[in-house]
């Protein structure tokens, strides 16, 4: 497939198949991109999280990946999680294991266009952050009433021809975190376990987080409460729950 569709735009294989593995753009969108220099755009006016959040009094963010620690460790990370804790998930794999963990709020992260099953898009627990436009077009229906837009932290220029947006949903919950009324507290990761032997794709998803991590680590602090391969700051639940 990444040579196919490379013969049609004259884009470099790699690049292609870079898009491809992660797995955030359906192909139909990729070629759109790649034939008229960008992708469809959803133009939807959403609304902005900053005036949803506002006088919640949240004291910690949380972002869960997809990694198995977030479920290895589960127990322990959910004594930490309040009625105060807001809960983004850049990963649709354990939207479910921490649906009840009683969270002030939890959002599900959707930086390309491939969306989650309608029982997940049903569940009225759980609200969706966007990129701010331009974003590529969805795959689907997005309940407006809970899906809110939100500026991405460390936002870069695209290559040419990619399509649009390719960010990574970590890039939307770390720009929770640098609204004015989220600009204070502890920002959390669990999840990010990072590949023991990564395919091609999952070393261009590597490269991505562990870039957002470092631009994000210059200005502002963050930990992460289970082990991880990325290089970045780290704080042992079980000692947090100590008060160590």
């Known amino acids: 497939v990444p040579y196919i569709v490379?013969?049609?735009?004259?884009?470099?294989?790699?690049?292609v198949m870079e898009w491809l593995e992660k797995k955030r753009f359906r192909i139909e969108s990729i070629v759109s991109a790649?034939?008229?220099?960008?992708?469809?755009?959803?133009?939807?006016?959403?609304?902005?999280?900053?005036?949803?959040?506002?006088?919640?009094?949240?004291?910690?963010?949380?972002?869960?990946?997809?990694?198995?620690?977030?479920?290895?460790?589960?127990?322990?990370?959910?004594?930490?999680?309040?009625?105060?804790?807001?809960?983004?998930?850049?990963?649709?794999?354990?939207?479910?294991?921490?649906?009840?963990?009683?969270?002030?709020?939890?959002?599900?992260?959707?930086?390309?266009?491939?969306?989650?099953?309608?029982?997940?898009l049903s569940r009225e627990d759980l609200h969706w952050l966007v990129v701010s436009p331009p974003r590529p077009s969805l795959g689907g229906s997005?309940?407006?009433?809970?899906?809110?837009?939100?500026?991405?932290?460390g936002r870069n220029s695209l290559a040419d021809g990619a399509p649009q947006t390719d960010l990574a949903p970590l890039a939307l919950g770390l720009g929770l975190s640098e609204l004015a009324s989220l600009d204070d507290i502890p920002v959390l990761l669990c999840g990010f376990d990072g590949y023991e032997a990564p395919s091609f794709g999952e070393k261009a998803l590597e490269r991505e987080v562990q870039q957002l991590l470092d631009a994000y680590l210059e200005e502002r602090r963050l930990w992460s409460l289970t082990p991880s391969l990325y290089q970045v700051p780290t704080r042992s639940v079980y000692a947090l729950l100590m008060g160590e």
Request: aromatic fraction near 6%.
């Open 142 to 153: 997005l309940p407006s009433e809970r899906t809110f837009e939100v500026r991405p932290s």
């Open 34 to 120: 790649l034939r008229q220099g960008e992708g469809r755009a959803d133009d939807t006016q959403y609304r902005d999280v900053a005036a949803f959040l506002e006088g919640r009094h949240l004291d910690q963010l949380l972002i869960v990946g997809g990694g198995s620690s977030a479920v290895d460790h589960l127990s322990a990370i959910s004594q930490l999680v309040t009625d105060r804790t807001c809960i983004v998930h850049a990963s649709f794999r354990h939207i479910d294991r921490y649906g009840d963990l009683g969270a002030a709020v939890q959002f599900v992260a959707i930086a390309g266009n491939e969306m989650p099953g309608a029982g997940v």
């Open 6 to 15: 490379s013969g049609f735009s004259d884009a470099p294989q790699s690049q």
